[in-house]
């Protein structure tokens, strides 16, 4: 199962999210509980129209002082099927998912500054650069800086 390899595996993850070792069984476990949707976080598989898993994509509700309307996403498609276009088409068919069937208006994604990757294909999807989270996170070693990216239910559906 790839999901218990993502904690077990930096090649999956690298160069921007290997955070260390954890243990594999609480994704299995997460995934015999409630096949990862549950209530406050959830994930999805990415796949390809022959149905090859390819990565997959989370969303999360944003911290927030009262009730939230904002939800935080992730993806990580493994290292063959990055460059290929994936990664944005997933962004996109994720918002669409979440505007759809959640009354949420605000989607947001935060990414290491020198992802150039995760921060084109946010872009191409509609997502807008909105600042700098400095040391927003600790990965390979050091306190780094994070581009914070926001799509509202009411900005511009993003040209094809
Ligand atoms: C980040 C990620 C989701 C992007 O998806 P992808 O399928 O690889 O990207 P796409 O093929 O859709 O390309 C999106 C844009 O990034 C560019 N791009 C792709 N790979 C790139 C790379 N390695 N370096 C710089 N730019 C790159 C593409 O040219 C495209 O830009 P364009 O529209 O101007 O041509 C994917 O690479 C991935 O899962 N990486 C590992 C995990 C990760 O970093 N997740 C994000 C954590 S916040």
Redesign the pocket.
Request: hydrophobic content about 30%; aromatic content about 2%; overall charge negative.
């Given at each position: 199962m790839v999901l218990e390899r993502i904690d077990t595996d930096p090649a999956l993850?690298?160069?921007?999210?290997w955070r260390g070792f954890a243990n594999p069984r609480t994704r299995r476990h997460r995934w015999e509980q409630d096949n990862y949707l549950g209530p406050t976080d959830s994930l999805l598989a990415v796949a390809l129209a022959d149905d090859t898993f390819i990565?997959f994509v989370t969303w999360r509700s944003s911290w927030a002082f009262g009730p939230s309307g904002s939800v935080d996403i992730?993806?990580?498609?493994?290292?063959d099927?990055?460059?290929?276009?994936?990664?944005?088409?997933?962004?996109r068919l994720l918002v669409d998912y979440l505007f759809a069937t959640t009354t949420i208006h605000r989607i947001q994604?935060?990414?290491?500054v020198d992802?150039?990757?995760?921060?084109?294909?946010l872009?191409?999807a509609g997502f807008t650069p909105e600042g700098i989270l400095r040391g927003g996170s600790f990965v390979r070693g050091q306190w780094r800086d994070y581009a914070i990216y926001g799509r509202l239910r009411t900005d511009q559906h993003p040209n094809p």
């Open positions: 993850s690298a160069p921007f999210e990565g992730g993806i990580l498609l493994l290292p099927h990055r460059g290929q276009g994936h990664g944005t088409t997933a962004h994604a935060t990414t290491e992802n150039d990757a995760e921060q084109r294909a872009e191409r």
